[in-house]
């Protein structure tokens, strides 16, 4: 009901003022129609066994209807606020001017025609929006960037600091994104010669005999201490415990409410991982505890929490960790989704400062459902830990 009045006033508001022949009328609402139904199309699609190509096809152009549809919905409210604004403007200003002109009614301010100007409008919102939509296209499928960033850690041994700790999450390996994608972030992470790798979660969307393939490079990523893997909420909507087999089969250590300890150079780091925050509601002994996860463990330099949404730091910071690292918000992908990020999670992209714990949170790898990223680049991050004075 809420998509069908959203892209309803689209419609209204793109379509209408044109006043073209019924025909023509009748097909552009025909089309905005079949853009609202192609998502659940796409899910039907996924329930059942359908060919690949068809369920590749149609996530794409679902995906690429559901951006173009959020774009065009963002930029004709924009503008129907600012003209409900300015006409108001105007009026209140008509209304002075005419209380105390002296002058013909031709000096009173007067609002331009309201047709035109949403006409006119109309075309440059479409024409932006073909702009953004290239652009975030682009964003969205070049290889991630390596965005390197520092948390720091009091009396933190020396040799800790020479620790390079990269992180990859929410690759959501699917129809959209495939094996030469993931590939590339495989390849790129490998060049950065990591000494651990974290994967906090949501590595894909699918069933794991239909994406073992897609997924199979990250069999490839090496660092000097291992791989550590944690479940996203993606990973329980298509088979948490396979997808935990499936991690250890690629190489990966799963972290489950569970501790780690790594020496290094003398130095201790305690690392450790916790169930996605909603995974109890799947499975109860997939109750998300960071609390569990530090219990019983050995005295360390840094202890260091692997978990996949932001919510988890509230916990983390009262079981003692001095820093947490995320995923799961994707930064928004794109403007203004990224606002509304914060309506669930504490914080949507970023290093944060949370009652003495350090939390990053990844802006992602990879995407999730239109195939667009403005203004919020995919990452691969590399995680340098520095003494507190830094």
Known sequence: ????????????????????SGAVTTALWLMLGMLLLMPFATIFMRLYSFHPFWKTAFAWISYLGMGLFSILFVLVLTRDILLLT????????????????SGTAATVCRFPDILLLTRQSNVAILLLTAVLMGYGIYGARRTPQVKEIAIPVDNLPESLG??????????????????????????????LSPDIILMTGDLADGHVEELRN?????????????????TGNHEYYSGV???????????????????????HDGARLLLAGVTDYNGGSF???HESSPEKAMRGAPDADVSLLLAHQPRSVFEASEAGFDAVVTGHTHGGQYYP????????QPYASGLHLHNGTWLYVSRGTG????????????????????????
Not at 214 to 230: H, I
Not at 250 to 263: A, C, K, S
Request: glycine letters at 10%; proline letters at 4%; charged letters at 15%.
């Open 1 to 20: 009901t809420i998509m069908g009045l959203a892209y309803g006033y689209v419609g209204w508001r793109m379509i209408a003022p044109w006043r073209l």
């Open 86 to 101: 300015s006409r108001g403007s105007f009026a209140i200003i008509g209304i002075v001017q005419s209380a105390f002109a």
């Open 162 to 191: 020479d620790l390079k700790i990269v992180q990859i999450t929410d690759i959501h390996a699917g129809t959209t994104i495939g094996r030469g994608y993931v590939q590339h972030i495989a390849d790129r992470v490998n060049d």
């Open 214 to 230: 897609t997924v199979e490079p990250l069999a490839g990523l090496a660092a000097r201490y291992g791989v550590w893997f944690v």
């Open 241 to 263: 415990i396979q997808w935990i087999a499936e991690a250890e089969r690629l190489g990966m250590t799963v972290l489950t409410n569970e501790h780690r300890l790594i020496e």
């Open 283 to 285: 499975l109860p002994e």
């Open 337 to 344: 989704w990224n606002w509304f990020v914060r309506l669930q």
């Open 367 to 390: 995407y999730w459902g239109p195939p667009l990223r403005i203004g919020q680049p995919s990452e691969i991050t590399v995680i340098r830990l520095v003494t507190g004075a830094e």
